[in-house]
């Protein structure tokens, strides 16, 4: 059998496992990417991504091009309604009053993006193909076996039957909610499981005559069932996404024709006699309808041996907050330069440890945070208390040994961020027009008060004896941004280290007696080096 090796095989191409291509790639890290499908699904799947993910996608060069994709402008605000078809008057879904209302550019550098899965995962797929990612289509994992020097994917090509072995370091498991390879690892989840099941299908109608040109983000809709749901694919308004929920128990995806939906998609917009097509959502088949479990779950862990789960093979939750998509491309970005780092020696195995120890228990935030607002929207009630937006989205907190010292988790509402260890780190306006946000994504980043010579010091000593490389900047100083020590809850001797990822690894709020030997057990431990 052909044996290929590579340094990291992801196992499902969507919008989890092309992010990890982006992120590994941009880091020099050679990456397959292994999709059964024989191309990018048409099905736009979700809408929209948190500011706090498109900040990090513009850390990659894809900002400009998301803005360009999205169907609503930058600070659109995306329009939940209820009627009880789409002809009928709408009334707005009243959003509970803990959803932060403040603009996402006091704490940030963007806004809520509203693009379509489909058109992400386009942009994705060029931008890790422009970096050398190899993303595979039509090909079947067979197995994923590992030993203590690597992984072994089994694959066969679906077109040829030609099989072969991949070698790589690691493996990222990003098989959707399903996931095979959660199952062959034995790793069971943890959650209320599935709570429902919905048929969806990209349709072609002129609705406009019950539009009647009033803004339409998503309508939930009495007709024909309760919780069916109409979304505009574009702005042309002949092209609807239809969704609407049915019971396995006594019907099946099959039982949902072409004929049948097209009714269906009539009683739902309130319009007799409308011609409807549906569109493929799989390329090179004629499937126009799927179905799709709607659910909650978290693995019980998030790494075996060699092996991560990311996305929704990780976890899995309903579409409302708009966390899921957003939390597997940030699985990604956690775990990818904690395996680069690993890869190239300049971190111990040890490392690879945090991204469990840190996504797992943000997979249970998300999770539970969108089934409590699944249940206040859609169910008569949360179940448990609703956290402010920015803080499930941008203000979480990792406490792990890459946060060395920090053992805080809650989540802070993101205009309170002030470098507390294990937070994104602050943003901050310069005087150029840019932000303090865009220091970060390469390098560890060492920030220091104007009087903070010693902590650089230490820094770059530090970086040569280890092989690190760790980028200073003194605030106010190299960096034109107004009271910036206070912004980051230091002195002027003070110092904050910041992760490639944007978040706070560590912080010294003055000077120390001694601050090579400090800054020298923060980093081995935060890089899990003992040398």
């Not at 000593?461 to 490389?469: I, P, Y």
């Not at 990822?501 to 709020?509: E, N, P, S, Y």
Request: charge should be negative; aromatic fraction near 6%.
């Amino acid at each position: 059998m052909d044996c290929q090796e590579t340094r990291v095989v992801v196992v499902g191409g969507a919008l989890t496992g092309l992010s990890a291509a982006v992120f590994l790639a941009h880091r020099g890290v050679r990456v397959t990417v292994l999709e059964r499908h024989p191309d990018l699904l048409t099905h736009p799947r979700l809408r929209g991504i948190t500011p706090r993910t498109v900040e990090v996608l513009r850390q990659f060069g894809l900002g400009p091009a998301i803005r360009k994709e999205s169907l609503r402008s930058e600070g659109h605000a995306f329009a939940m309604l209820r009627a009880r078809t789409l002809a009928d008057e709408y009334q707005p879904v009243q959003e509970a009053p803990t959803e932060s209302v403040v603009d996402p550019r006091s704490y940030g550098t963007s806004t809520y993006a509203a693009i379509d899965q489909d058109r992400l995962e386009a942009l994705l797929r060029s931008r890790a193909r422009e970096l050398g990612a190899d993303i595979r289509y039509f090909t079947e994992v067979r197995s994923l076996t590992q030993d203590s020097d690597g992984v072994t994917a089994t694959v066969r090509d679906r077109a040829s039957g030609h099989e072969a072995a991949i070698r790589a370091d690691y493996a990222i498991a990003a098989d959707g909610s399903k996931s095979g390879i959660r199952a062959s690892l034995g790793i069971e989840t943890d959650g209320p499981g599935v709570l429902f099941h919905t048929i969806s299908a990209l349709v072609h109608a002129d609705l406009s005559a019950a539009v009647r040109g009033r803004d339409i983000g998503i309508v939930y809709l009495q007709r024909p069932r309760p919780f069916s749901t109409m979304m505009p694919y574009d702005d042309s308004g002949s092209r609807w996404l239809f969704g609407t929920g049915y019971d396995p128990r006594s019907e099946s995806v099959a039982d949902f024709t072409g004929e049948r939906v097209a009714a269906m998609v009539r009683d739902a917009s309130g319009l007799e006699g409308i011609e409807v097509s549906l569109a493929p959502q799989i390329p090179g088949t004629g499937i126009t309808v799927l179905g799709f479990p709607i659910g909650a779950h978290v693995a019980r862990a998030y790494r075996s041996g060699r092996i991560f789960l990311a996305g929704d093979a990780a976890r899995t939750q309903p579409p409302t907050g708009g966390f899921g998509g957003s939390t597997g491309i940030q699985d990604s970005h956690n775990l990818a330069w904690k395996l680069a780092a690993v890869l190239d020696g300049r971190a111990g195995p040890g490392l690879l440890d945090t991204y469990d120890a840190e996504r797992r228990p943000y997979g249970t935030l998300a999770m539970e945070q969108a089934f409590a607002r699944f249940g206040d929207r859609m169910a008569g009630g949360a179940q448990v208390e609703l956290l402010d937006y920015s803080a499930v989205t941008t203000g979480f907190r990792y406490a792990s040994a890459a946060v060395p010292g920090n053992h805080e988790s809650d989540p802070i509402p993101a205009v309170d961020l002030r470098a507390q260890p294990g937070t994104r780190a602050p943003h901050l306006a310069t005087s150029e027009g840019g932000s303090t946000l865009d220091l970060y994504g390469e390098t560890l980043v060492l920030l220091t008060g104007r009087d903070g010579s010693a902590w650089a010091g230490a820094a770059k000593d530090l970086g040569t004896a280890m092989g690190v490389d760790i980028r200073c900047y003194v605030l106010g100083v190299d960096i034109d941004v107004a009271e910036g020590e206070k912004a980051h809850g230091i002195d002027t001797h003070g110092a904050v280290l910041v992760r490639p990822d944007g978040f706070v690894a560590w912080r010294h709020h003055s000077c120390a007696a001694e601050p090579t030997s400090a800054l020298a057990e923060v980093l081995g431990t935060l890089l899990a080096r003992r040398d």
